[in-house]
Structures are given as structure tokens and as C-alpha cells.
């Protein structure tokens, strides 16, 4: 009889374009989640969690840059006895999944209906350099009102939220533009309702903060070369018809007013281009009556983002300070956050329009900035560990271990092989543990318990010269009663060692 195979093993390698997650930074980013979520309840906002699989018809063709719902999504298609099911996918994003939400219970909801939703969506899109397939996004949105006060209400709320997180006013900016300007100046050009043309221009402008204003003039006439050398071929408009999107991209000026001047002369006698500069009108007023001023918020018509999924204003956070890239060039930082109105997304399953605001975050790019500035990515400090001198008396080291968890104290016990005592050390060295408790045979029967502290303990063994160092000592020997209140008088020590 011929032997048999085994089978071979899995390979312990992670699904291209996915990541794992370790301690410090799903606990960096469950803390800052907390405090968004805590600025979001603040503005009124109450929490949703939807499912994280919907139909592929409920998604819908809102999905950016795909022609088909099960492009770009991670989909599969239902069985049962008789016949084929529904597709299903896991959500893209958390702005469909709200539409379905809405529309299911909108009877039972208040109206307008304000939520806010955290936590992982999929893409099915080549993976790249800090690009993955699964990411958490961070979204807030009011369903059911036409007012501008939502709007400006969703961008106080993300001002308020950058700072909140730790990024000081003048290092971002929250600008705002409205696509209903942008179909003015459409309109101005002459391309109507042409879906074709108008894509054509809504892409080419979307690219104006990577070739500026005489690259756009270029690609929306008869084309450029790339700095690749290669002939990229243009929209074909002509001088006049091109004209006016220079004058719309290039119409922020040093103050408000003059920019709405300038925005005026770009739409000419559209009607839609005058309804959204008022829009924005309206928009600015009502921050400034908040205290918003243009050290936070400001109107920008540059911005182009996703104006062909949005339907009124539109806005997008971005951090200006600089850091540097992978070459060593200062560069700024960049958006971490946009959204804005789209109020035709749940009339595909109500066929009624329904009014609706949003924003989106994004978290990985959040901390990411977070850790630029210092304010995270530091070492996560670990457990008290309490070491096991003789594994009879577990019951006693339990008994320490709770008490100090009892105390609001992060504990454990060793639970390796406790055999040998330097592998216990070792252990709570890469824990990055601040102290260890140890009790052997001679501390029970003296009623004491030793308590090193690891932090110290490295330092001095890194800077051995240091007499600042070497005088202070890093083991203490104290009563068992006061276990407690020594590892907390350590661990205060240390944190002002830190904070110093």
C-alpha cells in the first residue's frame, strides 16, 4: 500500500495587502477612537454599528473609479437548495451602509438622524506602499436636512476633533469649496449635461495640486507631455471654454470676500453656480458666528475631491506642517480627512431625494501624522510582573496579582516555567514591564517582598558612569502589607522621569 502524503503545511505569511497589529498600536488607536468619539457625542451625535457585509445591490455603483458594484469590492454570491442567492461583499466604505440603514429604519429614526460609525472597511484594490486593503475609516454624517448649518456644523466638528487628538491649530486647515460652483462653471463652458465631457473636466481638474494651474490649461486643451516624457492627450477645449475653470481654481484670494468675487466671475450667469456660492456664504457665516475663523476654516475652490459623488459643498482636512519623505525632501503632510454633501444616496432605495452630510477620517493616516508630531508612538509600558519563586505557593503570588489589579494596577503573574529565574527577568524586559515583585522562600517567612524596579535597573545599566544614576537604587525591600503603595510611589517616579 502506497504511503500516504501529508499535507503540506500553511505558510504563516499574512494575505498580500493586509497587515497585523500588535499592542501599542491598537491601543493608540482604540484611545484616539475614544476621544473622536468623544467630540462626535459632544456635537449630538449618536453611535451606529452596521454590518460590516452588505448586498452588492445595496452598495451600489457609488463606488469611486469602478464601472461594476463587485469592482473593488471583496464579494461573493449566496447558495441555497433551489437557485443562485445574493451577491454579498464586505462593506467598501460606511457612508453606503448608513443609505441602507436610513432607509430601512427611517420610520423609527429621529429626523434628521445623526451618527457617527468607526471600524474596518475592505477594498479590493492593488495593495502598495502604505496602501492596504483594510483600513478603518471614522465617519460622522446628518441625514435628513437641507440646512448649510449641518454642513458647517460637520466642519467645526472636525476642526474641533484635529485638535482634540493632538494637532494644534496651525498645523491643519479644514477647506471648503461646493461642487454646485463647479457645475456653474460646467455650465459656463458650455457642456450641459454631456456626461462624458464633464468626467473628462471633473478628472482633469482633480489633478491641478500635482500640475497646477498651466499643466490643467494643457490637459484641457490639446494635452501635455508627463515628466516621463510621455504625450498625454487632452480634453480638446477651446481658449473661452477653458477659461473659466482657470478662473474658478485660481479664485482663493487673500480675503473671503474678494474670493467670492472672483468664484461670481467664474459661474457668470449660472444659476447653480450663484446657488452654491451662496452655499458658502451662508457656510462662512455661521462658522464665524462659532468662533471659526480662517486659521481653521477656510473657503478654497481648489479643492476638487470626489465632485462627482458629491452634490453640494465639500471639504477636506489637511495637516500643513512638514515632514520629510522616504528621499529626505520636506513636503507637508497632507489630508487625513474629507467628505460633504451627497443628497442623492439613499434615494436609490427610497426614490426620494434625501439631504445628507458627512465626513470621513482617516484613522491610519491620522496617527500617522499623531506619531509625526510626538504625540504617539512612544514605548507601551507593560505589566507589573510578579515572579514565581517556588510554584507551590502560586496561590500567594495570585493573591499580590490581584491586589494590584484591585488597585487599578496592571498585573500578572508568570506563567512560564519558573524554573529559572533570569528567563523571568527576561520575559518582563520584553514586556517592557516597570517593575517586578519577588518573594521567595526567606521574604514570606520575613513577611517581605522585593520590588525592582526595571525601568531604573536599565538606565543604570546603560550609563554605568552615571553617578545620578548609580546613587539611586533600583531594588526595594518593603513590607508585604505596603506592596501596593510602593509599586505605586515607582511608578509615579517614573512617569516623572518620563514627563521630565
Not at 464579494?75 to 457612508?95: I, N, P, S, V
Not at 514570606?444 to 550609563?463: C, T, Y
Request: hydrophobic share 40%; net charge negative; proline share 4%.
Amino acid at each position: 500500500m502506497a504511503k500516504q502524503k501529508k499535507a503540506p503545511r500553511p505558510k504563516a505569511v499574512t494575505p498580500k495587502g493586509f497587515r497585523d497589529y500588535f499592542g501599542v498600536e491598537v491601543t493608540e488607536r482604540t484611545e484616539m477612537l475614544h476621544q473622536i468619539a468623544g467630540v462626535y457625542h459632544r456635537y449630538g451625535f449618536e453611535a451606529l454599528e452596521s454590518s460590516a457585509v452588505e448586498t452588492v445591490e445595496a452598495l451600489g455603483k457609488f463606488l469611486p473609479d469602478v464601472d461594476r458594484p463587485n469592482e473593488g469590492v471583496f464579494a461573493w454570491q449566496e447558495f441555497d437548495e433551489k437557485d443562485q442567492g445574493d451577491w454579498m461583499a464586505l462593506r467598501y466604505d460606511l457612508t453606503a451602509p448608513l443609505a441602507r440603514v436610513y432607509a430601512q429604519h427611517r420610520n423609527d429614526l429621529p429626523n434628521p438622524y445623526r451618527r457617527y460609525a468607526m471600524g474596518p472597511v475592505w477594498r479590493n484594490e492593488k495593495p502598495g506602499p502604505g496602501r492596504y486593503r483594510q483600513f478603518y475609516q471614522c465617519d460622522a454624517d446628518t441625514v435628513g436636512t437641507a440646512s448649510m448649518a449641518a454642513d458647517a456644523e460637520i466642519c467645526a466638528m472636525l476642526s474641533d476633533t484635529l485638535e482634540t487628538v493632538g494637532i494644534p491649530r496651525g498645523d491643519f486647515l479644514v477647506r471648503v469649496n461646493n461642487r454646485k460652483v463647479m457645475n456653474g462653471v460646467l455650465e459656463v463652458m458650455g457642456l450641459g449635461e454631456d456626461p462624458v465631457a464633464r468626467d473628462n473636466v471633473l478628472r482633469t481638474i482633480d489633478k491641478f495640486d500635482k500640475v497646477g494651474e498651466s499643466g490643467v490649461r494643457e490637459l484641457l486643451g490639446k494635452g501635455r507631455l508627463d515628466a516621463s516624457g510621455a504625450y498625454i492627450d487632452g480634453v480638446g477645449l477651446s481658449d473661452d471654454q477653458i477659461e473659466p475653470v482657470i478662473a474658478f481654481l485660481t479664485s482663493k484670494a487673500g480675503d473671503v470676500a474678494k474670493t467670492f468675487d472672483n468664484l461670481r466671475g467664474a459661474v457668470g450667469a449660472s444659476k447653480v453656480g450663484a446657488e452654491g456660492i451662496a452655499e458658502l456664504e451662508q457656510i462662512g457665516e455661521l462658522l464665524a458666528a462659532g468662533g471659526y475663523g480662517s486659521d481653521r476654516i477656510e473657503i478654497d475652490p481648489s479643492i476638487v475631491r470626489g465632485l462627482g459623488y458629491y452634490t453640494g459643498p465639500v471639504f477636506e482636512a489637511e495637516l500643513t506642517f512638514e515632514i520629510l519623505d522616504e528621499k529626505g525632501r520636506k513636503r507637508q503632510f497632507g489630508s487625513v480627512s474629507g467628505g460633504g454633501r451627497y443628497d442623492g444616496l439613499v434615494k436609490r432605495f427610497t426614490g426620494q431625494e434625501v439631504p445628507a452630510v458627512g465626513v470621513s477620517i482617516g484613522v491610519d493616516r491620522l496617527l500617522a501624522a499623531l506619531r509625526e508630531k510626538g504625540r504617539m508612538g512612544g514605548v507601551a509600558t507593560g505589566p507589573v510582573v510578579v515572579t514565581v519563586m517556588d510554584r507551590d505557593r502560586m496561590a500567594d503570588y495570585q493573591a499580590m496579582v490581584a491586589e494590584l489589579r484591585n488597585a487599578g494596577i496592571r498585573a500578572e503573574v508568570y506563567l512560564g516555567n519558573p524554573k529559572n529565574f533570569g528567563n523571568q527577568l527576561k520575559y518582563a524586559d520584553k514586556r517592557n514591564s516597570p517593575v517586578a515583585v519577588i518573594e521567595g522562600g526567606d521574604e514570606k517567612a520575613n513577611g517581605v517582598v522585593q520590588l525592582k524596579d526595571l525601568i531604573l535597573g536599565a538606565k543604570i545599566a546603560e550609563s554605568a558612569t552615571l553617578e545620578e544614576w548609580k546613587e539611586r537604587p533600583s531594588q526595594f525591600e518593603v513590607p508585604r502589607g505596603d506592596l501596593v503603595a510602593k509599586v505605586r510611589e515607582i511608578l509615579a517616579s517614573q512617569s516623572e522621569e518620563q514627563a521630565g
